[in-house]
């Protein structure tokens, strides 16, 4: 009977015995797996404080550099304004010397409309005299300064130049012949100058707001002829088809 009593108690220690290496094992993987845990939560948060670091460093960085910028920001408005200032202060002069230059200009205008001149102007001061009055379409003014020239300085360089502009004063005062002449001396005494394609054309023009667009046929034919390639040929062109070809005149309404 004792027999018989102890054979289920060795069975039961004999499967305890099989299940304890079982045990023993998952528990072990447990720590292992705690201890990887603790691990992996150690190298996350040292990555978290050196982010932050960085992080921190980087702003600093920044910070830095913004604070440079802006420092050199405020010397660039600095020199700015500085400059301008020099600019205002440089047209201001310019403004007087201008003012001045045309001062002195008027007055020698004022003194060649007057009796003739104890001192003749220099050659290039008296051509600019009377180029400043027609740009101003002082034309009466300009015209006595252009003829003044002529008279004194008549075979200089600006002497093509100033019996051209003789004929525009002529124009612009619609003096329609004597302005022909005055281009017509243009193209014989000066026939070598770079204003002749110029006369040429206006006196083409000339002729025609005299009432001779007959004669003014010629006239562009030459330019377009002798200067093909300046821009009074094409304009001479454009003259010669309006005249060969005019406008049909609109037929009254009924």
């Known amino acids: 009977m004792g027999h018989r009593r102890r054979a289920p108690l060795l069975m039961l220690l004999a499967g305890a015995l099989l299940c304890l290496p079982g045990c023993l094992a998952t528990r072990q993987e447990i720590e292992d797996l705690r201890a990887d845990i603790i ?44 400059s301008e200032s020099r600019m205002a202060l440089m047209s201001s002069r310019m403004d007087d010397l201008d003012m001045n230059l045309s001062s002195r200009l008027d007055l020698l205008s004022e003194m060649l409309s007057g009796s003739k001149l104890g001192v003749s102007p220099a050659p290039s001061t008296l051509f600019k005299l009377a180029y400043t009055d027609f740009s101003r379409r002082r034309y009466e003014q300009a015209l006595k300064g252009f003829q003044t020239y002529l008279e004194k300085y008549g075979e200089t360089e600006k002497a093509a130049e100033a019996q ?72 001479a062109q454009l003259r010669l088809e309006a005249l060969k070809n005019p406008p049909v005149p609109a037929e009254p309404p009924r």
């Open 164 to 235: 051209y502009y003789t004929g525009e004063c002529l124009f612009a005062r619609e003096k329609w012949d004597d302005a022909v002449a005055a281009y017509d001396k243009v193209l014989v005494k000066y026939s070598t100058s770079s204003v002749v394609p110029s006369a040429y054309l206006q006196k083409g023009l000339t002729l025609e707001k005299a009432g001779k667009p007959a004669e003014a046929v010629p006239v562009y034919e030459a330019v377009a002829r002798k200067y093909p390639h300046r821009q009074e040929a094409s304009s």
């Open 39 to 82: 691990r992996l939560q150690n190298t996350l948060s040292k990555a978290q404080t050196e982010a932050q670091s960085s992080l921190q460093g980087n702003q600093a960085d920044l910070m830095s550099q913004m604070d440079t910028l802006g420092r050199k920001l405020e010397t660039l408005s600095a020199h700015l304004d500085e």
